[in-house]
C-alpha cells in the first residue's frame, strides 16, 4: 500500500474505473452473442432490432473510451456487412 493520501486515491480510482470498463467490455460481448444469434434465426426483424441495439452500444462505449471510435466504427461495418449477406 502506498504512503501518499494521492496515491492511494489514484489506486481507488484506477480499480472503480477498471471494473466499469470490464462492466462495459462484456455488455458490448453479450449485445454482438446477441446479434450472431439473432442472425442465425434467419429472422430479418429480430437480426435488425439486435443490429440496431449492438450499433447504440458501440456508439455509447466509443463516446465513453471504453472502445476507440475506429474500433466501434470497424465492428459496425463489419455487423453491418454480415447483415446484408444475410438479406
Not at 480510482?13 to 470490464?22: H, I, L, P, Y
Request: hydrophobic share 35%; proline share 0%.
Amino acid at each position: 500500500m502506498s504512503n501518499a493520501r494521492d496515491a492511494a486515491k489514484r489506486i481507488r480510482v484506477n480499480e472503480s474505473r477498471r471494473t466499469m470498463n470490464a462492466a462495459n467490455k462484456s455488455l458490448l460481448n453479450t449485445m454482438r452473442r446477441k446479434y450472431l444469434d439473432a442472425l442465425g434465426t434467419a429472422d430479418k426483424t429480430q437480426a435488425e432490432e439486435a443490429f440496431r441495439k449492438f450499433c447504440s452500444t458501440l456508439d455509447k462505449s466509443a463516446q465513453k473510451g471504453i472502445i476507440s471510435k475506429n474500433s466501434a466504427s470497424r465492428r459496425k461495418s463489419r455487423a453491418h456487412a454480415k447483415f446484408a449477406a444475410m438479406a
